[in-house]
């Protein structure tokens, strides 16, 4: 799905104004009956929030029934409240706070880990009932190659740094990413 920049910027919006109606500074409520293309599509999405460029928060979901717009609200209010390696973020920290939103194609399922492209794919590798993620864009900030990745990911899922060669089950997936800064923030 390719998103159009105006569909973009509605969507910044909508993830500020979750974020700001979580930390109480505003009453939530997006209502979107007008919505119209991508916006009303069903896609996975995570939305990343960062403060002074260090990671303040990040859930997401690979699939969704919901259009597109309000998975995005509710993992913009999630990631502002919910992500249980954080406290919530407080109406303070509003100004200082980044988001970064990637949407999300299907899984695909991969036989062989050579097929998994650095700074195109992000990850999901499970076994039993672990199972651990990492977006697209993370390989790329850390200066991660193939095997890293892969390993990292597996860390992320509470499995050992090999379990990816000793039969766990390996996906990928694309990423539309995009994002503001505090000084461009859309309002």
């Known amino acids: 799905m390719a998103l159009e920049e105006m569909e973009k910027r509605e969507l910044l919006r909508i ?3 979750a974020i700001e ?3 109480g500074r505003t009453s939530a409520s997006t209502k979107k009956d007008n919505a119209s293309g991508a916006l009303n599509e069903d896609s996975g999405t995570f939305v990343t929030l960062n ?3 260090r990671l303040r928060g990040c859930l997401g979901v690979f699939a969704s ?3 597109l717009w309000k998975t995005v609200e509710r993992m913009a209010s999630a990631a502002a409240s919910e992500d249980p390696r954080f406290a919530p973020v407080g109406e303070d920290e509003l100004p200082e706070i980044d988001i970064e939103i990637s949407v999300l194609t299907p899984l695909r399922k991969i036989d062989d880990p050579e097929e998994v492209e650095v700074g195109r794919h992000g990850l999901v590798v499970a076994s039993g ?3 651990g993620a990492l977006l697209p864009q993370v390989a790329v900030e ?3 190659d193939r095997e890293t990745f892969l390993s990292e990911t597996c860390v992320k899922a509470g499995l050992k740094p090999d379990a990816w060669k000793e039969g766990a089950s390996i996906y ?3 990423a539309e990413v ?3 800064k505090v000084k461009d923030k859309v309002l």
């Open 65 to 67: 029934e919901d259009p």
């Open 51 to 53: 403060r002074k460029g």
């Open 178 to 180: 995009f994002g503001e």
């Open 142 to 144: 850390h200066g991660l």
């Open 172 to 174: 990928v997936f694309e």
């Open 21 to 23: 109606a979580r930390a």
């Open 129 to 131: 009932n672990k199972r």
């Open 15 to 17: 993830a500020r104004g």
